[in-house]
DNA sequence: AATGAATGAGCCTTCATTCAT
DNA sequence: GATGAATGAAGGCTCATTCAT
């Protein structure tokens, strides 16, 4: 009875495996095919072509991976709430080993956006960054432009992102073992709110001209 | 004299080109030869096959935008020179007019590195890093550790990279004009600085406990 | 106990449609299955294959268009005669509105044969013809060859087949507008019965020598 | 040095072959490449894709087919002028032996025209038209309306065609081997032209009223 | 009697490459 | 040093058909 959406599912999880590890062009569809131990037309005839299959792969992906509701405690500090956020980023980013092919094939989509993009940043980038612009906002002066508060949360948001998309740059200046211990959410979660606060302070200082009494001292 | 070379300059400058725009699988010989009006078998000729003259194209690519040597009067603060590596680094990535797609092609590679990337590193991104290294471990107590030191020089590096890699993320995010208003050296560089600054007093508070008198007020 | 034969003649007259409107070739099965609601499989189901339906269709199609037994008074002349029957073959020919793909796919067929030809022409043309060439004979003399005679009745029938099946050449030739004046079956069978009574009493006076009785005056 | 279009001819003249013996559809390149023994990407490389070969056989067809210019003395007759129009379509119709595919194709993309037809029409069908509508229109009234002559043509051209088109009905209709004795020039044109003649005569009568001196006795 | 998922052969096309000249 | 015709492998896709239910 589950039976007839085993070859579907069998479909997505093999190409996505293969898409993440190849990137769209390069994977072929009787590789894929083969891999799930179905027949070529089969692509065809559950998905219509190699591209909307694809589109079915990023979306099964950041399916399963999608934003939480925050729902913190009435009275969480803005603080304690960024850190939160970046640690939830890292997981998801640095997250290797478990789900596999379903995040490398987002952050490939993210690097070289193809149509599926959009639907991938509106529903699983835009939520995480819209919480986060709340919570900088919360901590610089309420006279900041909207553009300064949102290039502020970019530079948090950035600081994650290298770890994921800028590992060979990242392996290469520093050597891959020495990178290979960063790839750890708690030992950079603890250095990128560390930095970001103190980013935002300076951020707040700037703009605000009087001390602002969230990310002050 | 200069005809030898001649079919082999306009190749690479043509191919760099497509390369750019499409990536290396997308893009095919023939469209190539085609721009650059010459013969098909050329590229054989030439360069032996596609892969080769990606490589080349590569290779030009950051022969001509290779990292100056920063040569700043003795004295010049810590703040100001990271101030100008920002800036370098900005302008560097920003840049989307003349230099065409030697910039774009080495970022591309960044990207999704091929065998390509590994000389593009060591010769054009190690260069800064190292400076940048040296810049920020002035402003960190000399007992941060190494790994320390390197992720916080992450951190500034990483700010730069959004504005040139996530850029359809960021248009998707915060809308396609009000991204675009950020792609201007200064508007962005002015906040990465101030942004970095604190990050790195409040990185050298964690690690070196007294108040550290580089990145101190 | 409709219901039993409602698949089968939904699918027959679906398909019929369909192969009258672009051909046995460039007709697929899934498109026929659509255009009838039904399963794909049940053109296996019930015809065995997509050749046989075709056939199916064919003989479906002359079956509700054969040739009516024409059964005229005694006394009618040779000549109302031949004016009957060509008006009977062009209206059957020039029929456009109701009776649809029918005729259309029979005379794709006539202008292509496929096997599905033979019967076709032995049920549906050779009763007609054979009546043709009984009254042409009468307005020969009787020493006429049954060659010539046959030649006479085939000239008749041209005339008639040439609105059918040179449409396009028709319209390119004298234009669209104008040719769209003779699919007309009043109008062209006035011409063609005028040109073809001339025709055969000349063809009576080379055979006969005499002055044919039948054909004279 | 006639080796350049040695495969391009040669693929020409394989293809024509098939096309015009299976059909567009039916016809694979596999197969046209394998009879001129040639790569099957060389039908890429000459002609782009199969519809442009296809384009290409019926140019290369009716170029070698094309009407001549009727060269008479002055003062030839009607009479003989619609003579040697008749013989001319005939041959070229009848031809069954040396130029082999050309016809047929020909004749394939006029029964079921595609995109070719047009120039075939414009250029070798019209011209031939024309000057049957001139001669058909010496032997009419003055006065005979233009769509009355173009029909009276459409007569006598209808009657050629028949022996090009409706073979298999020929051949099922009055036997194979006496069908076959019609497959002559001599014998069709004479009883054609016949025919013919007498029906103009009839239709100068109902047009003209008066005897008619060009088709009168 | 009917379904819809699955099959495998084969379609046209396109690619990077290489051969003769 | 350069050409352009030719190559063969593989690409994505579509087809009529059949299997299991």
Not at 81 to 103: N, S
Not at 136 to 163: D, G, H, K, N
């Amino acid at each position: 009875m589950f039976e007839v959406d085993d070859t579907r599912q069998k479909l997505i999880n093999c190409a996505g495996e293969v898409f993440s590890a190849k990137g769209f062009e390069t994977t072929t569809v009787r590789e894929v095919c083969q891999a799930a131990g179905v027949n070529i037309a089969a692509i065809h005839y559950h998905f219509g072509d190699k591209e909307r299959l694809y589109l079915e792969c990023v979306k099964h992906a950041h399916c399963q991976h999608g934003m939480p509701e925050f729902d913190w405690p009435n009275g969480t500090s803005s603080q304690d709430r960024l850190t939160m956020m970046v640690t939830h980023m890292l997981t998801m980013m640095l997250a290797t080993d478990q789900p596999a092919w379903q995040i490398e094939l987002m952050m490939r989509e993210l690097a070289r956006p193809t149509a599926a993009c959009r639907v991938l940043v509106e529903e699983f980038i835009s939520p995480v960054f819209t919480q986060l612009l709340a919570v900088v906002s919360e901590m610089l002066p309420a006279e900041t432009p909207l553009l300064a508060r949102q290039q502020t949360a970019f530079s948090v948001v950035a600081q994650c992102l290298l770890y994921r998309y800028h590992r060979p740059i990242g392996q290469l200046l520093i050597g891959q073992e020495q990178f290979q211990r960063l790839l750890n959410v708690d030992t950079v979660a603890r250095q990128i709110v560390a930095f970001s606060l103190g980013g935002i302070r300076e951020c707040a200082r700037q703009y605000g001209g009087s001390a602002d009494k969230e990310a002050g001292a």
